[in-house]
């Protein structure tokens, strides 16, 4: 049956197989929700049921045909998926949608399907559109070709004009229960005390656990909450020590982006979870649940204003990795703040 591999989308699947159900399939639709719940899977399992050679229902798409199979592999001649990319001349540029997808997009709807009774066209992470993009996308929406599915995947209608989305049958998508999230988690192979840490921490979003490496992740919090330590306990004997160690971590760690952006996750994560001990909140909120004492110990010793600044820090320094500022220096500063915020 398609969708038997979707966990804890319910509402969304209901929609999607009532319209198979009825014949009543929208021209184009909206999945908005948080990433890592499984908006893209549910889109691919849409699209089989629409082009499977088995007759397009629910019930029928089990994806053992070859057009179910093409569709798993991005081969379908009907089914196109485009996502964001770096411009052609410069791989390591920002990735979005551009204009010229979504030209490529207009043309191929423009023809008749190839294999199937149906085209279908996904446009994943769609609020990377350029400003130009989603201006080019409104004829195409408001006069769709015959037998054509669009389906825009993002995380908040404001991502895109509404003069986009009201042309779109919006379907929501949420963050499963802590509960679903473990289960899924733990049939993909992870055992139980790490599931639910990924679980915790992914705030029930397990495509975003899935995307990484388990152990690697375990290692990396250990990694942000040791230089945490480092930090603070070298201040209070003395000041140079945690200068020494702020240009050290700044010097090991300050080239790696995406390793910035973790860590800064982990941080803002851990000062959460400080903030909800301190008000003695219930223990099954922290994230960090396996360092419960940890937490409790390290929230009576600071003031409320000390972890507010806390997360304002680890907000800042997201913000400025989104502006481009440089990994070392974003570094720098948040840990020297945290350092003489502690002070």
């Known amino acids: 049956m398609s969708f038997e591999a979707v966990r804890g989308q319910a509402a969304a699947v209901d929609v999607l197989t009532g319209a198979l159900t009825s014949g009543r399939v929208a021209h184009a639709y909206a999945f908005v929700g948080p990433s890592g719940v499984g908006r893209k899977l ?56 551009r204009i010229e997808a979504i030209r490529q997009l207009e043309q191929r709807a423009a023809l008749c399907p190839a294999e199937s009774a149906w085209k279908v066209f996904i446009v994943d992470d769609a609020g990377r559109m350029t400003p130009e993009a989603p201006q080019a996308f409104l004829k195409t929406l408001e006069e769709p070709p015959a037998r054509t599915v669009i389906i825009l995947i993002l995380a908040q209608t404001r991502e895109l004009p509404a003069t986009v989305l009201s042309r779109c049958q919006v379907v929501r998508f949420v963050p499963l229960g802590e509960e679903e999230a473990v289960a899924l988690l733990e049939a993909r192979g992870m055992d139980g005390p790490t599931a639910r840490l990924l679980a915790r921490a992914s705030q029930g979003r397990p495509g975003l656990a899935l995307a990484q490496d388990p152990k690697e992740w375990v290692e990396r919090r250990e990694q942000a909450l040791s230089i945490l330590a480092e930090i603070g306990a070298g201040r209070v004997a003395a000041p140079e020590g945690w200068v020494g160690a702020l240009f050290k971590w700044s010097e090991t760690l300050g080239r790696d982006r995406a390793l910035m952006e973790q860590l800064i996750e982990t941080w803002w994560l851990w000062y959460r979870d400080l903030l909800c001990a301190k008000a003695s909140g219930d223990p099954r909120l922290l994230i960090h649940g396996d360092r419960a004492a940890e937490l409790t110990q390290g929230a009576a010793a600071r003031s409320w204003e000390e972890l507010l600044q806390g997360l304002a820090a680890c907000r800042e320094a997201w913000q400025a990795l989104q502006r481009n500022v440089s990994p070392r220096l974003t570094l720098e500063v948040m840990l020297s703040r945290l350092a003489l915020g502690a002070a």
């Open 42 to 97: 549910v889109a691919i399992e849409f699209a089989k049921a629409l082009l499977c050679h088995l007759g397009g229902h629910p019930t029928l798409a089990v994806g053992s045909c070859a057009a179910c199979r093409k569709v798993g592999a991005g081969t379908h001649p009907d089914f196109m998926l485009i996502k964001p990319t770096p411009p052609e001349s410069n791989p390591r540029g920002t990735v979005a949608i």
